[in-house]
Structure formats: structure tokens, C-alpha cells
């Protein structure tokens, strides 16, 4: 029975996987105590309610902590460790701690004040039927379910922060605590008392060793303790202290693994020893004797952030020397690429003609229970021979496979601080959180990842290569950042730059000095949506003659908090790295022109009526478009790209989920296409203050139901139209076509006439194939993309392109992780998978057959009739 930090409850067979019965609360479950004695049951343990539950997931009987005080909420659960049919919930009220036993039944046999004072279940654990507390430097075990008096014991002065609680295991009267670099081993119970058994230079973990005896007082604990060339486990008697050998395991470091933070141990009757260890990268590992025999990335069930980067990249040639010296010293270079195009046009046309051969990467590791799929190589074919860059909340970088999901390579970031789980969130870059980021842009034949790894005064920042995970540079983040802003790339610096803004609006940048920051003073600006004080700002980077700008200056603002709004969301276009198609075709060849402003920023706010969507440029603060949906509350996904902008949310008054789709379209008359095909207007670039005010158009449809994510497909050249790819709340991923969700749909006849202001220039056509609008969307189960697969709790969807521009890839994570190569128009460029390849090769054998043949004959007869 395991249970997730969300209060996701589920019991699975242990001799087959399967799942028997599962259960979702909403909240956090504290702890799952299971029941000892002649009933076969399990406490679910909440703070305001404890349950009952057999193992078919019936409920037996359930506690609220109401019936103790309104305020009251319970700590912790044991059973007895006098009776085999009773157990104890320690609670907690404003009069002090509260023990109250049951029996099996649900019936409160007792309640009796605690004789010891609990401050806060933060540095409080469970051992056996007593309850472990942390506090003042000192430790110490109370009973709560079992006979004894209190026992307390005087820590030493931790080497480096504070003592806290290892988990614990259900070793009997052994714990541990630890330091962050130290660990100390701890038992209670017998003569001896509450004792230190042992001390360790290093984070260590307790836990049990099972088939060794069935006597629970003779019975071996087991240490684990990682280190940076290997982990290495050790048994100890708790009765005496002494330890055996330690078993040195290579290949799972504390470089990459980071501390062991649970530990099982196996004894067999031949002496063999089997482990299973959970790191703090969230990795399970399976050990046999010295060996590891298998390796599960648990980590990856909770990314937080991808991007898709392609494996076949080209040299960086920006720091290339072009003096005529060095041109001429490469020219044997040039000469050889240039003999070795003729021999990859044949690779090519024998790798097309001849049948494809599974191609092998050493160093890959495939997790336990894939598969390779079957088209893997045929997708490689066409571009998608990618690597998907993810972030685990561990925190931890893996660079998977795209076709195959293999892992290329992972980097552990280090451990988390323990004071970010008490740190209070605050506007801007979270200390506490990674960050990462392709630069200058994915679409780049040469870029880098960029990475902030978390921490609270102590921040690194890494320039890694995205294909190998080297580090290529690293720099100490300097304190009190609250936004970083890549700049654009000089022509003599190899790694990228970056600004550094602190929470004063002072500017500094990495690699120190840089002189990419005085280079971009006047044309560098920058936005931040503070989600604290519900206020939007600009600022720019001013230019100063010569001067190197040193601070950002505010040029527009805009407080939402003053008129009672909370800010939930905010979006940018996504895909600017690549083309797009900067006019509409209407069915008379007529042409619409869309707003196209890579500022673009997209708000959502909620206030007591409802929902209200900003649109503004983020470089003038110009407020484009707003707005207002009655009755619309959270949760709200946000979507924007190209020219328009779409919201997904909940009307609660209407019982249904809505979407709002909002597309903007220049002003502007159509000219024809000379303008656009050989004029110079497209070719210049413009400032956001010349931009005009858009033209928006809007409509709302309604969906079928909730979304927990949205993305957009991603091609080539932009031409594919677009499809939205939505997580549902049923477990679907599903498409809707950009072209169902266009505000240009005509009203039917009978429509209101407030609805039919659709101004003449952008209304549609009759040529044009834009079907009528109707306000339900409807989710086809051909267009979901996960076909039987269920996908729960999907947070992100990432896409990429591919070579072909039909295609498009698709990557969705979660509890889950899918990927699919999408066509939202259909295969239009490929041939279909059943093509008869042997009659397309032969019927062009055969003509040029005929014509060498022919040409013989033509020319052999001609050369006869002139000796005629």
C-alpha cells in the first residue's frame, strides 16, 4: 500500500502488480500504519481524520479529530504494543497532546492527556509504539501506545546546520538522525535505555534486514552510505553495536545518485544479501551481493519542465578565424568534406533502397519494462532524432532518447536546502526551484543548456553541453536574484550571456563583465508578473553614452492588486524560434494580416465576477485587448502563439468548462502580393512603438471537460495548421484543430445580433471552407492521441518539429511520460507506409533501360546511313 504527497492511496498485489483498489483524499496523508493480530487492516492517517480500511479497500471504521476540539488534528498512529487489538492516534490540541486509543472497531476505548509537551510534528516521528521527538538540541522517546517512562538525551553540536530525523523503517527501537553531514544511530527500549550505538562521518539511513531470524530482539539492522566512488552497506547488531564488513557497491554514487534515503535489506539462507535502496535523485536501485542488477528513474514521474533539442547538430564555427592564412590552411579540410558528398549520396540512396538495419548506441540505458518501438528508426529518418531535456523536482536533468526513451545521460543537481521547505514563496526567480533553459534557442545549430541549480545563498550556474551533459562552464550565482534574462551572444565569447537582476532592479551579468550588457543597453527590456503583489511591470536597459548600465529603468506598470484582482496566469507566444506564416488566405485569395509581436504577453486575472484576460505589449505596456468572463474561475490554462491566444477554464455557474479563443489581425488593407513578394517592407524590421493597435476577434466554445495542460504543435515553416494538444482530466490526450477554434466562424441566422459585428474585411467568404459556428466542441476518439493508454495527471506538454513539415513531435509528462510524432493535416509529404517501392524502382530501371537501349539503336542507325 503506498501513498503519494497529493493523498493518491493505492494497494497493489505484491506477487503481480496489479491494482486492487486505490483511493484519492485531496490532501496529504500523514502515514499507513498497518494493523497487527488477527485483523488484516491498514490506518490511513490524516490530520483531520483516520480510517480503517481492509486490504480490499473496504472502510472498517473511521475517527474524526473533531471529537476531540474543533482546532485538533492528529500527528501520528500506532498500534499497541500491549494489545494485539487496539491502537493509539496521538493529537494534538491547543490544551496540549492528546492520546487517544481504540480497538479494532472504531470504539474509543480511552483518552489521556500526553505527560510530554509537542511543539510541532515537524522534528516528530513514530518508533514502534513511542513517539520520537526532536527539539533543543536535545532527543527525546515518549510512549504513547507502550509501558516506560520518557527517556531524553543531549545532542552534541551538529557539525553543519541542524539535527533531523532519518526516516524510519520499522527497525525495532533503532533510528537515526543526521546533520547533512553526519549521522548518528540511535536505540531505545531494554536496560540500557535510550543510547547512541554509533556515529558516522557521513548521511546514512537505517533500515531493516529481513529473513534472518524470526526473534524481533535478535535481528540486524543494516547502514547505507553513499559516497563518491560507490555506496556501501554495512550490518549492525543493534544489541551490542558491532557492525560487519562493509559491501562496497560501484556504479551508484553520491555524485549522481545523491544521499540513500530508504533502505531494505534480504538476507538468504546461503548468506547472499539482496538490497533495494531509494537515493534522494528519487532513483530505486536493486542490488544483488556487490552488484546492481537494476535501476528504476522514479525521478521521472515528476518533471516539472522539457524541451526537445536535436541530436544532429552542426560545428560552432563562431570563433573561426577568416584571415586569408587561415582559409588557405583549411582548404585541404574543405577538399575532403567536398569528396565526401558523393559517398553519402550513395549511403543515403543504399539506406533507402536496401532494408533499414537496427542501429545500435552503446551507454544507453532502457528502463525496466520498455520497449523499443518498432518505427523508432524510421522516425529517425525524418528528423526526429532528438533528445527530450527534462527537470525532476529531485532536482535532477535527464536527457532522454525521444524515439526510443533510453537515457543519454542524467546530472544530479545536489540536494535540496532543508530551509526551502519552510521558505515562503516570493515574487520573481525561487531560489528554492531549478532552472533551466536552451540558449540562444532550440532551434539552434549550437546551443547550450542552461542551468541555475536551487539553493538558498549557495546557487551554481552551468553552461552544459545538451548532448553530452558536460559541463562547459560553471559561475557562483550571486545572492538576492530575482530574474535572469539571457542576452544576445557575442562573436568572441563561447558561452552564453546572462543578466542578473536583484530584487532592487541592479544589473550584473554571467560571465562577469560581460560586454554583451553595454552592447544591448537601449534595446534590451524586460517584464515580470509579480504574483505577491498582483502588480505588472516593464522596465529597460537604459543606455548611457559609454557608460555600462548598472540599473533597470521602470518605464510602465500596471497594479492589478489595487482593483481587488489575483493573478493565476501568464503566457507568451510559444515557437518563436520557428517560421510562421505572417498572412491568412481567405477563399476569394484575398489577404488578412496577422499581428505577429513576439512581445506579446497574455494575462489572466480573477476577481469576485469572474475571469479577466489582459493582452499587452510587454515592451510599451500597451494594453491590446481585455477581457472580462463572468462567472469563470480557476483552474485556467493558457495558451499562446502566433496571433492569438487561448484560455481555457471552468464556469461553475453554467456546470461546464469553457475555452476563449482570442486572434489578432493587422489593420490593414490587402495590397496583393506584390508588396509581400518583392517589396521591402516585410524585409524591415519595426519598433514596438510603431506597431498599431490590433484587431481582435473572439469567440468562446464549450468543452467537453477539464484540461490539466495545454500545448501547441510546433512544425518546420509554420504552414501545418496548428493543433492544440490538451491533457484532459478522463486521462486523454487529445487534439483540437486550430482551424475548429477560430473566431472567424460565421453565426448561424439566428444568432443575436451583437454577435454578427464581424467587421467586412475579416468576415468569411463564401469560397472559404470555414464551417458555421456551434458552440460545443466535440472530442473525437480519433483524434485522441493516446489511444488506450491512460495518462493521469499530466502537468506539461512540450513539441518540437521535424523534417518533415506534416509532422510534428509531441511529448507529455507527468505521473506519466508519452510521445507521439503528430500530423495535424496528415501525411501530406510522405508517402504512405504501404507504397510499392520494388515497382517504383523497377519502372525507372526499366525506362532508362529502354532509352540507353534506344539511344544505341538511334545512334548505330544513324552512323549506318551515312555510309549509305
Not at 353 to 370: C, F, H, N, V, W
Request: with cysteine; charged share 20%; net charge neutral.
Amino acid at each position: 500500500i503506498s501513498a503519494t504527497e497529493t493523498g493518491l492511496v493505492q494497494a497493489w498485489k505484491g506477487g503481480t502488480g496489479d491494482l486492487s483498489w486505490q483511493r484519492e483524499y485531496g490532501e496529504k496523508v500523514l502515514d499507513i500504519v498497518p494493523t497487527r493480530g488477527s485483523a488484516t487492516s491498514v490506518l490511513l492517517l490524516r490530520e483531520k481524520e483516520v480510517e480503517s480500511r481492509n486490504l480490499a479497500g473496504k472502510i472498517e471504521w473511521q475517527l474524526s479529530a473533531k471529537d476531540l476540539s474543533p482546532e485538533a488534528r492528529y500527528i501520528a498512529a500506532t498500534t499497541s504494543e500491549t494489545s494485539e487489538n487496539s491502537v493509539c492516534l496521538l493529537a494534538s490540541t491547543k490544551a496540549g497532546a492528546v492520546v487517544q486509543k481504540a480497538d479494532f472497531s472504531g470504539k474509543v476505548l480511552e483518552k489521556v492527556d500526553a505527560d510530554f509537551e509537542l511543539r510541532s510534528a515537524k522534528d516528530a516521528m513514530v518508533v514502534d509504539a513511542h513517539l520520537v521527538v526532536l527539539a533543543d538540541g536535545a532527543l527525546s522517546v515518549h510512549p504513547i501506545c507502550a509501558t516506560g517512562e520518557s527517556q531524553s538525551i543531549e545532542l552534541l553540536k551538529p557539525k553543519s546546520g541542524s539535527w533531523r530525523l532519518q526516516p524510519w523503517q520499522q527497525t525495532k527501537g533503532v533510528f537515526a538522525i543526521t546533520d547533512g553531514v553526519s549521522t548518528s544511530v540511535f536505540s531505545f527500549g531494554g536496560s540500557a535505555g535510550l543510547r547512541q550505538l554509533k556515529s558516522l562521518d557521513q548521511v546514512a539511513v537505517v533500515g531493516p534486514v529481513f529473513g534472518v531470524s524470526d526473534d524481533e530482539t535478535g535481528q540486524l539492522v543494516a547502514l547505507a552510505f553513499a559516497k563518491a566512488e560507490g555506496t556501501q552497506i554495512q550490518l549492525m547488531d543493534p544489541a551490542s553495536g558491532n557492525v560487519q564488513p562493509a559491501v562496497s557497491i560501484r556504479g551508484y554514487t553520491a555524485t549522481e545518485r545523491g544521499e540513500s534515503q530508504l533502505l531494505l535489506v534480504h538476507e538468504l539462507r546461503s548468506g547472499e544479501h539482496r538490497a533495494v535502496i531509494s537515493a534522494a535523485d528519487h532513483s530505486l536501485v536493486g542490488i544483488q551481493s556487490s552488484k546492481v542488477i537494476w535501476v528504476r528513474e522514479e525521478g521521472l514521474a515528476t518533471i516539472q519542465q522539457a524541451d526537445l533539442y536535436s541530436r544532429h547538430t552542426t560545428a560552432d564555427k563562431r570563433s573561426e578565424d577568416k584571415s586569408l592564412g587561415a582559409q588557405l590552411a583549411n582548404l585541404p579540410v574543405h577538399l575532403a568534406e567536398l569528396l565526401k558528398a558523393p559517398f553519402e549520396i550513395l549511403t543515403y540512396l543504399s539506406s533507402v533502397i536496401m532494408a533499414r538495419r537496427q542501429r545500435k548506441e552503446t551507454g544507453l540505458l532502457l528502463l525496466p519494462d520498455a520497449t523499443v518501438p518498432f518505427s523508432s528508426e524510421e522516425l529517425r529518418d525524418f528528423g526526429a532524432d532528438k533528445l527530450i531535456l527534462a527537470m525532476s523536482n529531485a532536482p535532477k536533468i535527464f536527457a532522454l532518447q525521444a524515439t526510443t526513451s533510453e537515457v543519454v545521460w542524467t546530472k544530479y543537481l545536489g540536494p535540496l536546502d532543508p530551509k526551502c521547505t519552510s521558505a515562503k514563496a516570493k515574487g520573481g526567480l525561487d531560489p528554492c526551484v531549478p532552472w533551466m533553459q536552451l540558449l540562444p534557442s532550440a532551434a539552434s545549430p549550437h546551443a547550450e543548456l542552461v542551468v541555475i541549480t536551487p539553493g538558498l545563498g549557495h546557487q551554481k550556474v552551468w553552461w552544459m553541453d545538451p548532448l553530452t551533459g558536460a559541463v562547459l562552464r560553471e559561475e557562483t550565482m550571486p545572492r538576492d536574484i530575482s530574474a535572469v534574462m539571457p542576452l544576445p551572444q557575442g562573436k568572441t565569447l563561447h558561452t552564453h550571456p546572462l543578466m542578473l537582476i536583484d530584487s532592487q532592479g541592479g544589473l550584473q551579468t554571467l560571465p562577469k563583465d560581460a560586454a554583451e550588457l553595454q552592447e544591448a543597453a537601449g534595446k534590451v527590456f524586460h517584464w515580470e508578473v509579480d504574483t505577491v503583489n498582483q502588480v505588472v511591470q516593464g522596465f529597460a536597459v537604459p543606455k548611457d553614452g559609454t557608460k555600462r548600465p548598472k540599473k533597470l529603468v521602470p518605464i510602465w506598470n500596471m497594479e492589478l492588486g489595487s482593483l481587488a484582482e489575483k493573478i493565476l496566469v501568464a503566457a507568451t507566444p510559444q515557437h518563436r524560434q520557428w517560421d510562421h506564416v505572417p498572412v491568412h488566405i481567405k477563399g476569394d485569395a484575398s489577404i488578412l494580416y496577422k499581428y505577429i509581436n513576439p512581445n506579446l504577453l497574455a494575462i489572466v486575472s480573477e476577481d469576485t465576477s469572474g475571469l479577466n484576460l489582459y493582452t499587452l505589449d510587454a515592451v510599451t505596456g500597451h494594453l491590446l485587448h481585455q477581457s472580462q468572463v463572468a462567472g469563470g474561475t480557476s483552474p485556467v490554462h493558457l495558451a499562446a502563439c502566433d496571433n492569438w491566444v487561448v484560455m481555457h477554464y471552468q464556469n461553475p455557474k453554467k456546470t461546464r468548462f469553457e475555452i476563449l479563443v482570442t486572434e489578432f489581425f493587422q489593420a490593414k488593407a490587402d495590397d496583393g502580393p506584390w508588396e509581400i513578394l518583392f517589396g521591402k517592407q516585410g524585409a524591415r524590421s519595426k519598433s514596438a512603438h510603431q506597431l498599431e493597435r490590433p484587431v481582435p476577434l473572439q469567440q468562446t466554445y464549450i468543452m467537453p471537460a477539464g484540461v490539466t495542460a495545454m500545448g501547441v504543435t510546433a512544425t518546420l515553416k509554420g504552414i501545418t495548421p496548428r493543433s492544440i494538444i490538451m491533457a484532459s482530466t478522463t486521462d486523454h490526450l487529445t487534439r483540437v484543430s486550430k482551424d475548429l477554434l477560430n473566431p472567424r466562424r460565421p453565426y448561424p441566422s439566428t444568432a443575436p445580433a451583437d454577435k454578427k459585428t464581424v467587421p467586412s474585411q475579416f468576415a468569411p467568404t463564401k469560397e472559404e471552407p470555414l464551417p458555421p459556428y456551434a458552440p460545443l466542441i466535440p472530442w473525437k476518439h480519433t483524434e485522441m492521441l493516446n489511444y488506450h493508454n491512460a495518462l493521469h495527471r499530466v502537468t506539461g506538454i512540450a513539441s518540437s518539429p521535424t523534417a518533415l513539415e506534416s509532422t510534428s513531435l509531441v511529448f507529455a509528462y507527468g505521473l506519466d511520460l508519452f510521445f507521439t510524432p503528430f500530423q495535424s493535416a496528415k501525411a501530406y509529404d510522405v508517402l504512405s507506409p504501404g507504397f510499392n517501392y520494388p515497382l517504383l524502382y523497377g519502372s525507372v530501371g526499366l525506362v532508362l533501360a529502354v532509352w540507353a537501349a534506344v539511344s544505341f539503336l538511334a545512334s548505330r542507325k544513324a552512323l549506318q546511313d551515312r555510309w549509305k
